[in-house]
C-alpha cells in the first residue's frame, strides 16, 4: 500500500510517498495541470511494485474539488480530502512551535493517511449531476451572498451623505433595479430633488410596478423634503461612490436570475429531485441547495445519524468529570445549515407533524433557534430514509413516532 501525501497549490503539488510502515519512499514537487498529473502517476507506477492495485493507493489532500481530485478519483485512488484544521492540529504532534511549510505539510498529510484514515471522510463518489447541481447552487448562493455585501456597502454610503434616499425608495426596496436606476440617474440629493413625477414614473414603468402614479408622488415628495447636506465636492464624491455600487448590484440582480435558471434546469435533471421536492419546505432552489451539500453518493452516509451529523443538525455532546451538556454543533457546512434551517422555517407551514414537533418543543421551554434546529434534524433523518427505500415523503408516515392531532 501506498500513502501519498499532496499539499496543493495554485500552480503545483508538493507530494510525499510513504509505505504502510512509514518510510519515506519519495518526495517530489509537481506542477499543477495534466503533466504533473502524468508525473504523479509514475510515481505511483515506480513504488507500487508489480500489478498494483489503484485502490492500495491512498491519497490525503486538503480539497474535494477540482480537476486535479478528479484526476486522483478517476485513476481509482482512494482520495481523502482534509480539513486544513485537522492537519494544523495533527502536525502539533511533531512540535509546537507552529513552523510551517509545503514539505512538512506533505509529510503530515501522508501521516495521518497512514495513521488516521478510519477518522478520515473519503471524497464522495458523486455522479457528474450532482457535481454540476454544486457548482450552480454555490454559484447562485454566493452571488446572493455578494449582493448582501454590496447592498450594505451602498446602505452605509447613502446613510452618510444621501438618507432621504432611504426613506424615499423604502416602498421599491432598494436592492431592486428601479431604486437602483433612480439612484443612478439622481446620486445627489440636489439632482435627486429636480426628479420629475414622469420621470419616476417612466423608471416604474419599466419594473412593471402597480400604482406607479402614486408611488412616484411618494417617492417625489419624499426626495424634495428639507434635509442636512453635505458641500458640493464632498456629495459629489459620495455620489460616484453610490453609482458604482448601484450598477454593481443591477449587475447581479442579473446574473442571479440567469443562474436561478441555471440551478433549476441541473436539479430538475437530477434522478433525486423529485424526493427531494416531495419534502415539506423544499422547493427547488432549497432542493438543489441541499442535494448540492449532501451529494449523492450512497454509500457516504451509513445511517441517518451519520447524516445529521455531517449536516450539523445533530447536538454534540460535551462530557468531563461530573461535567456534562449538550450544545447545538457549531463546525459545520454552513451552506447547508442555512438551506435546512430554511427548509425547517418554511416546513411549519408545510406539514402538519413539522408545526406539532416544533410547538413541543417550545413548549419544553426550547428557545426558537433550538426547536427549529430540531424540526431540521429530524427533517434531515426522513429524508435519509426516503432516498436510501427510494419513496416520496408521506406525511402519517413520517411522524408515525410523533403522534399529533392530524395524523392520519
Known sequence: ??????????????????????????????????????????????????????????????????????????????????????????????????????????????????????????????????????????????????????????????????PAALNAYASLELISTDALELLIKAPTPAAAAKLTRSQITAVLARARRHNRDQKAGAIQAALREEHLQLPGPVAAAYAAATTAHARLLIALNEQITAMEEQVKAHFLAHPDAEIYLSMPGIGEITGARVLAEFGDDPTRYSSAKARKNYAGTSPVTRASGKSHNVQARYVRNNRLADALQRQAFSALRASPGARHYYDKQRAREAAYNSALRQVGNRLVGILHGCLKTRTHYDEATAWSHHAHPHAA
Do not use: C
Open 1 to 162: 500500500m501506498l500513502l501519498i501525501g499532496d499539499d496543493w497549490a495554485e500552480d503545483h503539488h508538493d507530494v510525499e510517498l510513504q509505505d504502510a510502515i512509514g518510510r519515506r519512499l519519495a518526495t517530489a514537487r509537481l506542477a499543477e495541470g495534466a503533466e504533473g498529473i502524468a508525473r504523479f502517476h509514475e510515481l505511483v507506477a515506480r513504488h507500487a511494485g508489480d500489478d498494483p492495485d489503484p485502490a492500495d493507493v491512498v491519497v490525503g489532500i486538503e480539497t474535494d474539488r477540482g480537476t486535479w481530485v478528479q484526476a486522483l478519483l478517476a485513476a481509482g485512488y482512494q482520495v481523502y480530502a482534509i480539513n486544513p484544521r485537522q492537519v494544523a492540529r495533527f502536525k502539533e504532534r511533531y512540535g509546537t512551535s507552529g513552523a510551517k511549510s509545503d514539505k512538512g505539510d506533505a509529510h503530515a498529510l501522508a501521516d495521518m493517511v497512514r495513521i488516521d484514515r478510519d477518522q478520515l471522510r473519503p471524497v464522495a463518489g458523486d455522479s457528474h449531476q450532482a457535481q454540476a447541481v454544486k457548482v450552480v447552487a454555490r454559484a447562485h448562493q454566493t452571488l446572493i451572498w455578494e449582493r448582501t455585501r454590496t447592498f450594505q456597502r451602498l446602505r452605509n454610503t447613502l446613510r452618510e451623505y444621501f
